[in-house]
């Protein structure tokens, strides 16, 4: 090795441990059900699959680089003004490029100690320190957020609901988290499961960033558009905040079958209800089930379930994995989230839903 020196990544970066996706595989089972990840159980609407197959014969052009037509369609559905909204390849996209414009060494983001996983990792990229904020109950706690400020504070990533919990805080508190901020602190509200919420207290973010100069909403069309495949999230912010996210974003961050699908998707208002018809349904069954089994369950507005388990030998979270996983049942180990006594269960198909609660019972049920 030559004593020379080396390219050294910025500070922070050796720091990130690295983003472990869910299992898809179960080796040595007939037939996998795929329950690690939160996506949907019935697919995107065929409508928005045609739309992308419909762009396959143009692969050699570059899609349009401001998404415009995509922008209009949310702005369409949702009402909201298409110069206030950018389009990235998946919100994953969208948080990053937040951080990298907003932080620098020496900043802070705050999240929540159960928070999504691309909070501290987007933040130590830029190298800024991500700063935890306890929960309480598995949930965001404003009073512990606002604690958690300091001069050196620039973004506050809430995710609401949040994964991997399923928990949300009502939008009086987000009002309340908001106007205990101080004004240069952006407030990331990350709403990838928003459709999913039946609540009447649940706001997923459009009323505040609407009336502030400091709130962005994230959303994406991975979970109920089913098109996680695509890579296609947004952000609808402030113009000074869309004008900061488009200068840095790639030019053509977004490609052309995932602006075909992604109008596609948004326009089938018959396909979203029928995705938040079913997971209403099951999410309220499997929350049901499982606790009937003596699992604790955290009561969830997302389309998946925390289930938690005793940590005596033959019982734990890693056994009721790998048990599952026997099966060809993959569900979700989340101990990098700070929670190695769970494991997290996408709401599947009425098949999977009933195999898991089958299985989950005979787990139980076994000698250890
Ligand atoms: C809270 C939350 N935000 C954002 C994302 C990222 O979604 P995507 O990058 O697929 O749009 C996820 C995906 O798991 C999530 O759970």
Redesign the pocket.
């Known amino acids: 090795m030559s004593a020379l020196p080396r390219p050294a990544p910025r500070p922070g970066v050796l720091d990130i441990e690295a983003y472990v996706p869910g299992k898809s595989t179960a080796p040595g089972t007939a037939r996998v059900f795929k329950l690690s990840?939160?996506e949907t159980p019935l697919g995107p609407s065929p409508k928005a699959i045609a739309a992308c197959r419909s762009v396959a014969d143009r692969l050699e052009d570059y899609p349009d680089g401001s998404a415009a037509d995509l922008r209009e369609a949310i702005g369409r559905a949702f009402g909201l003004d298409p110069a206030r909204i950018v389009c990235?390849?998946?919100?994953?996209?969208?948080?990053n490029l937040l951080a990298r414009a907003y932080l620098r060494d020496g900043d802070e983001a705050i999240h929540t100690t159960h928070?999504?996983l691309?909070y501290p990792i987007a933040t130590l990229g830029t190298g800024a320190k991500p700063v935890v904020a306890a929960e309480k109950s598995y949930t965001a706690d404003v009073d512990a957020i606002l604690d958690a400020v300091t001069p050196r504070t620039k973004i506050v990533f809430l995710?609401n609901?949040?994964?991997?919990t399923g928990t949300y805080i009502p939008f009086d508190e987000v009002k309340r988290l908001h106007s205990g901020l101080p004004p240069n602190v952006l407030l990331v509200l990350?709403a990838?499961?928003a459709e999913y919420v039946r609540r009447n207290d649940y706001e997923s973010g459009i009323e505040l960033v609407a009336t502030s100069d400091n709130v962005v909403m994230?959303?994406?069309?991975?979970?109920i558009h089913g098109l996680?495949a695509l890579?296609?999230?947004w952000l609808y912010g402030p113009a000074p905040i869309v004008d900061a996210v488009n200068r840095i974003r790639g030019p053509f961050n977004v490609n052309s079958p995932a602006i075909a699908a992604g109008i596609a998707a948004i326009e089938d208002a018959a396909h979203l209800e029928l995705a938040r018809e079913h997971n209403a349904r099951w999410l309220a069954w499997l929350t049901d089930e499982i606790n009937k089994l003596g699992l604790e369950v955290t009561p969830s507005v997302a389309n998946f379930v925390l289930i938690h388990f005793p940590t005596t030998k033959g019982r734990s979270a890693k056994d009721a994995d790998a048990f599952l996983t026997a099966r060809g049942l993959i569900l979700r180990q989340v101990g990098a989230y700070k929670l190695p006594n769970a494991l997290r269960m996408s709401v599947g198909t009425e098949e999977a839903n009933r195999l898991v609660v089958a299985a989950l019972a005979e787990f139980l049920g076994r000698t250890a």
Request: include cysteine; aromatic fraction near 10%; proline fraction near 6%.
């Open positions: 990840s939160n990235g390849a998946g919100s994953d996209d969208l948080l928070a999504f691309v995710a609901p949040n994964n991997p990350d990838a499961y994230c959303r994406t069309f991975s979970k996680a890579r296609l999230g």
